[in-house]
């Protein structure tokens, strides 16, 4: 039988053990520290020299130059043309999807003109150069390269670099030909730290970036953090997350594998089932124990299950709703009779998916909004990534001489009790009448 706890909200230890179970250490500890720092100096300092030395040390390659850790365009088309006709179909329906999305998330600059002349607005620019991470070896993540280039296309960014390490030389042709549909612009054969480094800083061969997206390992996600200032982060992203909170009448099996998406991610990750109706927990503790045997990363959902899963029992959908916003899940399936009613009560949350015919893992690759999501209860103060994410936004300001007249005067009056008298100065040049 596979193991996965079992809580009860009206225990009196509840709260407790939930954040017990919640919690989440994801900084890195001092020896990850140290040897990120390390690869981040080294490549800042030697460039492109660090580089091969770490790839060739990290991902077991034989390299003596940067020219063969390009990856041409070439082959990004060759890998496009070379894979099956249906994942050729499955990607690019998907990027079509996704893309439809992110065309609604643009923003325009706007701006108004006041009575006297002065005009105020907002001016909506795109980065100029943004770099996509993409895990590689044992991992091959495509809809990872769909949901962090296509929102950054469409926003109007007009290079996208990506870097994707390939262990022992081995390139994936899934990754490669998702490159192809989006129109990556560069791809270097990097990863770890060292690639991080590379686009934070740029070397004589890799372009320093704006902004850096993607999600990666432990050491990854430290030197993203490191770089932060350097360089924009999307975030820095926990292990996966599922809460489903279900009314007891949607198949358990769905629900059994629903929880299965997430856990299947590695052993970090989380699955969590609310439901008011204590027969119906243990229908999908049934599920569970009848499918598990099926999985091909059996070991990987049992830990995860047994390590940070657990069914709650919770005295009615309204109290689901409450534990819902303290969690404030990554992913949220709404398997109840009237969805949309109670989304509207959802104030945190990644991506809230409706109803009992709604899985989780279409909005992994085909639904159209983005995967990636705020975890490790972030989503109280962050948003899934898009469009705005790859844009910048730069305030207007035009005086008429009416308007630098009255403003003029309240600036001084500011300037001078801050005792900035440049300031006052610089603005009362312009109250002056000619």
Same mark, same amino acid.
């Given at each position: 039988m596979a193991e996965i706890k079992r809580l009860d909200s009206g225990s009196s230890d509840f709260w407790p053990e939930l954040d017990r179970l919640l919690a989440w250490e994801g900084v890195s500890d001092d020896k990850v520290n140290g040897i990120v720092r390390e690869i981040l100096a080294a490549v800042r300092q030697r460039g492109d020299a660090a580089l091969i030395e770490y790839t060739n040390r990290f991902d077991r390659m034989q390299v003596s130059s940067m020219a063969e850790l390009e990856i041409p365009q070439a082959r990004l088309q060759q890998a496009l043309a070379a894979i099956p006709q249906a994942q050729r179909e499955a990607l690019e329906k998907s990027a079509e999807r996704v893309r439809a999305y992110h065309e609604h998330q643009k923003q325009a600059s706007w701006s108004y003109t006041e009575a006297d002349g002065t005009l105020l607005g907002q001016q909506i620019t795109a980065l100029d150069r943004a770099g996509l991470y993409v895990p590689g070896g044992k991992a091959a993540y495509p809809s990872s390269v769909l949901m962090n280039a296509i929102p950054a296309k469409? !926003? +109007? =960014?007009?290079? @996208?670099?990506?870097?994707?390490?390939?262990?022992? +030389?081995? @390139?994936?042709? @899934?990754?490669?030909?998702?490159? !192809?549909?989006?129109?990556?612009?560069? =791809?270097? !054969?990097l990863g770890g730290a060292q690639a991080v480094a590379a686009l934070a800083y740029g070397t004589e061969t890799v372009p320093q970036v704006d902004k850096i997206v993607g999600p990666g390992n432990i050491f990854v996600a430290t030197a993203k953090g490191l770089v932060f200032g350097s360089v924009g982060i999307d975030m820095i992203a926990g292990p996966s997350e599922i809460l489903v909170i279900c009314d007891g009448k949607t198949d358990p099996d769905w629900i059994a594998m629903d929880l299965f998406s997430q856990a299947e991610h590695d052993e970090d990750a989380q699955s969590i089932l609310l439901c008011p109706d204590a027969d119906f927990l243990d229908k999908v503790a049934q599920s569970i124990d009848k499918l598990l045997p099926e999985m091909s990363r059996k070991s990987i959902i049992e830990t995860s299950l047994r390590m940070r899963g657990a069914l709650v029992k919770v005295k009615d959908l309204d109290e689901a709703v409450a534990i819902c916003n303290h969690i404030a899940p990554e992913h949220l399936e709404l398997s109840v009779e009237d969805p949309l009613a109670m989304s509207t009560q959802i104030r945190h949350a990644g991506a809230i998916f409706m109803g009992r015919y709604t899985a989780e893992a279409v909005g992994d690759y085909c639904a159209g909004p983005n995967h990636v999501l705020p975890t490790s209860r972030t989503a /109280?103060?962050?948003?899934?990534?898009?469009?705005?994410?790859?844009?910048?936004?730069?305030?207007?300001?035009?005086?008429?001489?009416?308007?630098?007249? =009255? @403003?003029?005067?309240?600036?001084? =009056?500011? !300037?001078? +009790?801050? +005792?900035?008298?440049?300031?006052?100065?610089?603005?009362?040049? /312009?109250?002056?009448?000619?």
């Open positions: 469409v !926003a +109007g =960014v007009r290079e @996208l670099i990506m870097v994707v390490p390939t262990p022992d +030389g081995e @390139l994936n042709e @899934l990754v490669l030909a998702a490159a !192809a549909i989006v129109g990556v612009d560069r =791809v270097f !054969a /109280r103060f962050s948003s899934p990534l898009g469009v705005y994410d790859f844009q910048k936004r730069s305030s207007l300001i035009m005086c008429s001489a009416d308007g630098a007249a =009255v @403003l003029g005067e309240t600036a001084s =009056v500011l !300037a001078r +009790g801050e +005792g900035l008298e440049a300031h006052a100065r610089s603005a009362e040049y /312009r109250c002056k009448k000619n």
